[in-house]
């Protein structure tokens, strides 16, 4: 599971941009949007085709996103429960 963390956190970092930062930057509780990282809607759609492309788990219901998206911790949980690569 820490291997898939480091993982998400690098992705999330190469995919958004984040230049300045690194995955030791990211704790794995901080919440991805407002307060945490401040991520927006635009880079939830980014996290969506990270999902998609890299683990093969389609969202349809935007309510499990914002449960999915909550912090590194649930991203890594729910992709170990829904991968299909």
């Not at 999330?12 to 930062?21: G, R, W």
């Amino acid at each position: 599971m820490e291997e898939l963390k480091t993982e998400l956190k690098e992705k999330i970092i190469e995919a958004l941009n984040l230049e300045d930062m690194s995955a030791e930057d990211i704790n794995d509780t901080d919440m991805l949007f407002e307060e945490g990282l401040g991520l927006d809607s635009i880079d939830a759609l980014e996290l969506i085709i990270i999902l998609d492309k890299d683990y093969g788990i389609k969202l349809t219901d935007s309510k499990d996103g914002k449960k999915i998206f909550q912090s590194i911790e649930t991203m890594a949980q729910y992709i170990t429960e829904h991968r299909t690569k």
